[in-house]
């Protein structure tokens, strides 16, 4: 199933026993562009704490409530390992918190939720935080710099809800290529540049002109992704 993630920012995080708070950022791999945690807002029982919570953790999403449920309870969250998220999140401090909460390291194990399983290897700490791991609230004001120039800026993301993986950016392109918003499959993204706040894309102005165009208003579906993979090539060819 194929979500915008921008849409799921505030949807209510409910624990076995109550309201743990509420979505407020995600935290996602750049190099596989798989979903590692949520960053919730708790409420009021603790004093609106930001905490880090695996996709492992989560229930089935009740889409009607905008709700995610959690096998969590209060009392573990309570007593989980402190993460400024404000600040880049470093390996210790991972670790700390897998260990806490019975977690994989997903750095050297996939979590079986997760396909196709990558694996990778990767120093034990980043005292400067990991540099892979984004925030979406954050990538969500990049300007995409493609070749030939500029293709606009970087508003939304499409994930599969089951992996938790982002298949494509939208991006709302600017007025040379008519302010349209297209999707733009992460394939086609070679890096991300945090110093700049610029997506750096492998294709030119002028072809993606030519893209479908995505309306946000209707649901994401899988006819217009085939259009998307047709129209870009699919992963793995043509890059």
Known sequence: MLRSLITLLDYTVHE???DMGHVHDFFFDDTTWTMRYLVVETGGWL????????PIALGHPDWNRRQFPVNLTREQVRKSPDVDTEKPVNRQQEIAMNAYYGWPHYWTLEPILVAPAIVRQLPEAEPGGDPHLRSVREVASYRVAGQGGDLGQVVDFIVEQ??????????ETGKALHHKKVLLPVERIQSLNWPHKEAISSIDRDFLAGAPVFDPSQPVNREHEVRVYD?????GKDD
């Not at 004093?47 to 695996?54: A, E, M, T």
């Not at 089951?162 to 991006?171: E, Y």
């Open 16 to 18: 076995q026993d109550g």
């Open 47 to 54: 004093n609106r704490r930001r905490v880090l919570i695996s």
């Open 162 to 171: 089951k992996t938790w993986t982002i298949r494509h950016l939208v991006i």
């Open 231 to 235: 129209y870009y090539g699919r992963p």
